[in-house]
């Protein structure tokens, strides 16, 4: 965002000042869960999985797994294009707002 969108973007500044500068990088996932749930699972490059079971985390390392059981209403996606994804976010967050647009 530092690169492709002007200072005075918001999603640009919000990145900038949660992370404390300019060029850093937060590894998250959750601007592929935002994007798949408006765009789609297929829209978002992944395909959905893990029918009847549970997400369980390691609250020691973090590491996560599918444990499959009983039907809930859990599932998980699988991340298929890294590329196309990445770029699809990229696209929405630096492009001008459209309130700069006029």
């Known amino acids: ?42 829209g978002a490059s992944c395909e959905l999985s893990g029918d009847d079971g549970i997400n369980t ?17 859990q599932t998980y996606l699988y991340l298929t294009d890294a590329t196309a994804a990445g770029s699809s976010i990229d696209e929405l967050l630096c492009q001008t707002p459209v309130a700069q647009r006029r």
């Open 1 to 42: 965002l530092s690169t492709c969108a002007s200072v005075d973007n918001p999603c640009r500044r919000a990145f900038e000042d949660y992370e404390g500068g300019e060029n850093l990088s937060r590894f998250s996932w959750d601007p592929l869960s935002t994007l798949a749930a408006v765009r789609g699972v297929e």
């Open 57 to 73: 985390a390691d609250a020691a390392t973090g590491n996560n797994a599918w444990v499959s059981g009983a039907p809930t209403n």
